[in-house]
């Protein structure tokens, strides 16, 4: 049989992927509800099935961005996670996750949470590796990829905009910033 060799593209619905999962009891914080955790988990976990359906390869988790945890998940409730993969770089990956949670009594569905993974293609030496292009099927897909090229240069704006305020941050001269705020120094 010959070598399997990666296509040079595979399309959106190739990487898409949904996880369903029983919120048990053992997933419960002391107030009842879901632990933060347990969904981080899952939806590291599914970000890694779609991005590595699409790449072919093992991959790993880079960077997680826009986890806000809106409404609380219940004991018995039935979490699915759909992800796909919304943009790709090089070596990199954008997977979008959407996160709902279903109350099989009522047949209610909320949405909790959308949340960005990015994550990395590796070789097996370890290394980054080049992963197939991603083809755009539908204009959703059109404009997850565009949200995905802007979200990549917000982000590098913000890192280069903190890291500058960081360094030139002398801490006498922004005593002001600490006015109205909940903290006393005691040094
Ligand atoms: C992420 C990692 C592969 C980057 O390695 P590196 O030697 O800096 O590699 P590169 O500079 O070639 O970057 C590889 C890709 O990661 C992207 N990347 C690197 N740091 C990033 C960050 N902070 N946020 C988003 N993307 C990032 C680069 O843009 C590049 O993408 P591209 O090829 O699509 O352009 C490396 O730091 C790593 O392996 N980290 C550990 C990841 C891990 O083990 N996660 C599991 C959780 S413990």
Redesign the pocket.
Known sequence: MPPFVLPDYRPVSYSRVTLTELMIPSYANFGGKIHGGILLSLMDKVAYAASSKHAGTYC????VDGVNFMQPVEVGELVSLLASVNY??????LVGIKVTAEDVRTGLVKHTNTSYF?M?A?DDA???T??PGLELETRDDVRRFQEAIKR?QF?QQY?EQFDNARTSLAVDDQMGLLDGERCRIVY
């Open positions: 790993v988790t880079v960077s790709v770089g090089r070596t990199s990956l990015t990395v590796k370890g290394q980054p080049q992963v990549r982000q890192r």
